[in-house]
Antibody, heavy 119, light 107 residues
Framework: EVQLVQSGAEVKKPGESLKISCEGS????????IGWVRQKPGEGLEWMGI????????RYSPSFQGQVTISADMSINTAYLQWSTLKASDTAIYYC????????????WGQGTLVIVSS | AIQMTQSPSSLSASVGDRVTITCRAS??????LGWYQQKPGKAPKLLIY???ILQSGVPLRFSGSGSGTDFTLTISNLQPEDFATYYC?????????FGQGTKVEIK
């Protein structure tokens, strides 16, 4: 069974750093790109970026380029999303998702990680 | 970035109704469009990709059509479990972009 399991909720202060994770199982991790999607409270979905765990080829939305870093460690089947300096506006649920092999859409999703940034 | 505009932003419908949601791209994206369903507190679920290809396990009452800039998601015979928010997503170019969502509520 394909599963993406994300790390737990985080409460951080503005200016702090953070790295959240997404562990894939039930499939060959390096065969599928992993993407990240943001959802602010009460708002819609935002496509942040995507990584090929096989060679770490990464594409970012310009809205998130320079604000976050997407990475992956194929030895432990895990993708990451990290911030060096959090802002209150980063408060959101972050989803990881596996990209279909035949199209750019996401067929399996993690459960989401709630990140709260508040002083 | 390609902008995706969904309409309506919300609608009220009854069980058994036929519902249509539209997504318009700011430029042509061929057939590179998908639809997602999201229920409160849950991750999105892929319904359709390639404009009209039903993802495995998705009921046949869901269908998609269109090409170029104008696309449609149709739910025929709306069921209680279909009340949710629906999003389109273009996978024609980077960055991928979602529509703003359409909330389908019970009338």
């Amino acid at each position: 069974e394909v599963q993406l399991v994300q790390s737990g909720a985080e409460v951080k202060k503005p200016g702090e750093s953070l790295k959240i994770s997404c562990e894939g199982s039930g499939y060959r991790f390096t065969d599928y790109w992993i993407g990240w999607v943001r959802q602010k409270p009460g708002e819609g979905l935002e496509w942040m970026g995507i990584i090929d765990p096989d060679d770490s080829d990464t594409r970012y939305s310009p809205s998130f380029q320079g604000q976050v870093t997407i990475s992956a460690d194929m030895s432990i089947n895990t993708a990451y999303l990290q911030w060096s300096t959090l802002k209150a506006s980063d408060t959101a649920i972050y989803y990881c998702a596996r990209r279909l092999d035949v199209a750019g859409h996401f067929d399996y999703w993690g459960q989401g990680t709630l990140v709260i940034v508040s002083s | 970035a390609i902008q995706m505009t969904q309409s309506p932003s919300s609608l009220s419908a009854s069980v058994g109704d036929r519902v249509t949601i539209t997504c318009r791209a700011s430029l042509g994206i061929r057939d590179n469009l998908g639809w997602y369903q999201q229920k409160p507190g849950k991750a999105p679920k892929l319904l359709i990709y390639g404009t009209s290809i039903l993802q495995s396990g998705v009921p046949l009452r869901f269908s998609g059509s269109g090409s170029g800039t104008d696309f449609t998601l149709t739910i025929s015979n709306l069921q209680p479990e279909d009340f949710a928010t629906y999003y389109c997503l273009q996978d024609y170019d980077y960055p991928r972009t979602f529509g703003q969502g359409t909330k389908v509520e019970i009338k």
